[in-house]
């Protein structure tokens, strides 16, 4: 009798269930036992394949959506990438609003992935008509059928890291987990993940990544809104200048605030040192924890599980490439291998 073909029906099976991997060297001057998930093992690349298949399902289960309507979001990141592959197989149009500020790269990647992209000027105001908020917001109310994600503002974010991201962390560590720590930038990674876990274990720790020049911290910290935390900063994907809706404040126990030098080469060394070629805010998330664990966050008995959100391919004309390293001068303070580029 023939064998069974094992294959899957489509590249949406794969998403979730990523990998929980041992950190070796980049923790080894600290006490505890540090483990990454890497949301890079998802087919999209970022954990951002979670909730755009979640909120599109959500949709399709409440009858919004049906084949041949329309996916409509505001960004060129991950979460643009995922929600056009997770469109290609659904049958759906994806139109992202994007800033002129993307990347070339960046839109020929969407445009690739069968997304329509409107790029919208970067220099105008949020509420400019021309904004990609408002292009965005314009074409959900002109296009019957389309469905706008308006992920900092939609609370299916968070569920849907409460569904998965939660359940994983806690399956892969048999309970054991005592700290997570995650970047946040519309917040849902870190909410929906804590508000699971802190169900199951009220005592694990909940630490937060917030970048310099991002309200956050501070936010959570006063509750107040403080325009002088603001400025701006290189690592995308972390941190914020307004407060979004799919944070809950409530479930972080501390936020600590990264530098965008130190991030970059934290990720650089994640590469060097494990083998684990991640984006920029995995950096952030690692440097964040080896601040913490100078501060005395973590003893023997810690087991911290580290969020590392994407893969380092999407980085590599930035903190991959040495020449903009230079040009950002963040070689300047260092005196490492690194910095003595080999000429043949
Ligand atoms: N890292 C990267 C690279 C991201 O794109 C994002 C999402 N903006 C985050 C971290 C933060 O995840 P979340 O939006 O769930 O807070």
Known sequence: MAKEIQAYNNILELIGNTPLIKLNKVTEEFEGNFYAKVEAFNPGHSSKDRIALYIIEEAERKGILKPGDTIIETTSGNTGFSLAMVSIIKGYDCILAVSSKSSKDKIDMLRTMGAKVYVCPAHVSADDERSYYNVAKRLHEETKGSVYINQYFNDLNIDAHYNTTGPEIWEQTGGQITHLVACSGTGGTISGTAKFLKEMNPNIKILGVDAYGSVLKKYHETKEFD???????????????????????????????????????????????????????????????????????FDANSKVVIIFPDHGSRYMSKIYSDDWMSEQGFFDSVNNEETQKIEI
């Open 227 to 297: 325009n002088e935390e603001i400025y701006p900063y290189r690592i995308e994907g972390l941190g914020k200048n307004l407060i979004p809706t799919a944070t809950d404040f409530d479930v972080i126990d501390k936020f600590m605030k990264v530098t965008d030098e130190e991030s970059a080469h934290t990720a650089r060394e994640i590469a060097k040192k494990e083998g684990i070629f991640a984006g920029y805010t995995s950096g952030a998330a690692l440097q964040a924890v080896k601040q913490f664990a100078e501060e005395g966050e």
